[in-house]
T-cell receptor, first 115, second 111 residues
Framework: GAGVSQSPSNKVTEKGKDVELRCDPISGHTALYWYRQSLGQGLEFLIYFQGNSAPDKSGLPSDRFSAERTGGSVSTLTIQRTQQEDSAVYLC?????????????FGPGTRLTVL | AQRVTQPEKLLSVFKGAPVELKCNYSYSGSPELFWYVQYSRQRLQLLLRHISRESIKGFTADLNKGETSFHLKKPFAQEEDSAMYYCALTLPPGGYQKVTFGIGTKLQVIP
């Protein structure tokens, strides 16, 4: 079946602009995660959704970052007034917590470059 | 709070040599441990999980609760093992299942 998809695959923007990153999880997966992957920083947790609610937003680096999920499916990560330090690969993952374990299935990522 | 530590950012070994990627965790309960791998230009994917006690692509990992470690091992490294490896921890089923990842170790197998 289809895996996790993300769009766009690449995004180049100017400092100060807003960007929206989209994630389509695997159908039926109730849990959805956003991570940021950058050189030297590894995999940084941003936010976790269970259904449409976000019980853990602790990883969002500032109030410029927000995310929402609608219909228990698609999620959008929004970064306002982008800064150069926001440049990274943003990964989305989904899982089925009702399954036998919590394996996460990752999307291909969105590479964000802030000029 | 749970924490995963991978002390080596880069590990270089020669082809045919043994490999050990270190992972230590901090959590007072009984977590579930995983290794994820990301090959060049591919998605991050699950390699193995401790509850399955499986060997995948020649890799094994044993959970040592006394030392709170979950090191990944392979007796003879192959060039195709070159990748980024992440150790991850999640709480047992039934509660909030946030997955905590380590910073990752880049494995470089030298021909």
């Amino acid at each position: 079946g289809a895996g996790v998809s993300q769009s766009p695959s690449n995004k180049v923007t100017e400092k100060g602009k807003d960007v929206e990153l989209r994630c389509d999880p695997i159908s039926g997966h109730t849990a959805l995660y956003w991570y940021r992957q950058s050189l030297g920083q590894g995999l940084e947790f941003l936010i976790y959704f269970q259904g449409n609610s976000a019980p853990d937003k602790s990883g969002l680096p500032s109030d410029r970052f927000s995310a929402e999920r609608t219909g228990g499916s698609v999620s959008t990560l929004t970064i306002q007034r982008t800064q150069q330090e926001d440049s990274a690969v943003y990964l989305c993952a989904s899982s089925n917590p009702g399954g036998k374990d919590n394996e996460q299935f990752f999307g291909p990522g969105t590479r964000l470059t802030v000029l | 709070a749970q924490r995963v530590t991978q002390p080596e950012k880069l590990l270089s070994v020669f082809k045919g040599a043994p490999v050990e990627l270190k992972c230590n965790y901090s959590y007072s309960g009984s977590p579930e441990l995983f290794w994820y791998v990301q090959y060049s230009r591919q998605r991050l994917q699950l390699l193995l999980r401790h509850i399955s006690r499986e060997s995948i692509k020649g890799f094994t990992a044993d959970l040592n609760k006394g030392e709170t470690s979950f090191h990944l091992k392979k007796p003879f490294a192959q060039e195709e093992d070159s990748a980024m490896y992440y150790c991850a921890l999640t709480l047992p089923p039934g509660g909030y299942q946030k997955v905590t990842f380590g910073i990752g170790t880049k494995l470089q197998v030298i021909p």
